[in-house]
């Protein structure tokens, strides 16, 4: 399994943009499929957006249009471009791979609040 340490969370006003990053370890990063996901206070957590080993991406319907997975696969890393973010994206945000392990990183915190 990968072990991941997530970064890039932060205090946004609503309309505005954040970039997480995952930090990954292993030299099979470049063949997981990978995922972000999220965990709103008192919510279960939700899968967010998955990138397969050879870049294709899903999203889930409410983000469509507004976040960007990526992956640098020389830098064992995973990125979530978050633009437009609104209130409703307030959540502890993790990597995994997809589908997820047990193995879970610290997240990192997304409040999204004028």
């Known amino acids: 399994q990968v072990q991941v340490v997530e970064s890039g969370g932060g205090l946004v006003q609503p309309g505005g943009s954040l970039r997480l990053s995952c930090a990954a370890s292993?030299?099979?990063?470049?063949?997981?499929?990978m995922g972000w996901y999220r965990q709103a206070p008192g919510k279960q957590r939700e899968w967010v957006a998955r990138?397969?080993?050879?870049?294709?991406?899903n999203y889930t319907d409410s983000v469509k249009g507004r976040f960007g997975i990526s992956r640098d696969n020389a830098k064992n890393t995973l990125y979530l471009q978050m633009n437009n973010l609104k209130p409703e994206d307030t959540a502890t945000y993790y990597c995994?791979?997809?589908?997820?392990?047990?193995?879970w990183g610290q997240g990192t915190r997304v409040t999204v609040s004028s």
């Open positions: 995994n791979q997809w589908p997820p392990t047990v193995y």
């Open positions: 292993g030299s099979r990063f470049r063949s997981y499929f």
């Open positions: 990138i397969t080993s050879g870049g294709d991406t």
